[in-house]
């Protein structure tokens, strides 16, 4: 789909051999259901409660900038989505 745009694959954990992350941005994005998801959705294991949010680009961006995206590969995808749609605007 042209929603999708692969934003690139990178190491994670480089000295230990860890893994890689694959990132992308979904453009056009709308929850299947009410709260997210879609309606056979079960999830398993993962409880910690999140808060989706709905902000303002300028506010993403002041947000990366400020460091309040504590885990780095939130940071690097939101950053490089950002940096993809100035490129394309």
């Given at each position: 789909s042209d929603n999708w745009v692969f934003l690139g694959r990178?190491?994670?954990?480089?000295n230990r051999g860890g893994g890689f992350i694959y990132t992308y941005l979904l453009k056009n994005a709308i929850p299947l259901v009410p709260k997210g998801g879609s309606v056979g959705f079960v999830p398993t294991?993962?409880?910690e409660a999140q808060k989706i949010l709905h902000l303002p680009v300028d506010q993403?961006?002041?947000s990366v900038?400020?460091?309040e995206f504590q885990e780095v590969k939130w940071?690097?995808?939101?950053?490089?989505?950002l940096l993809h749609m100035k490129s394309v605007a």
């Open positions: 990178y190491r994670t954990a480089a294991g993962d409880d993403v961006l002041k900038l400020e460091g940071a690097a995808t939101i950053a490089n989505s």
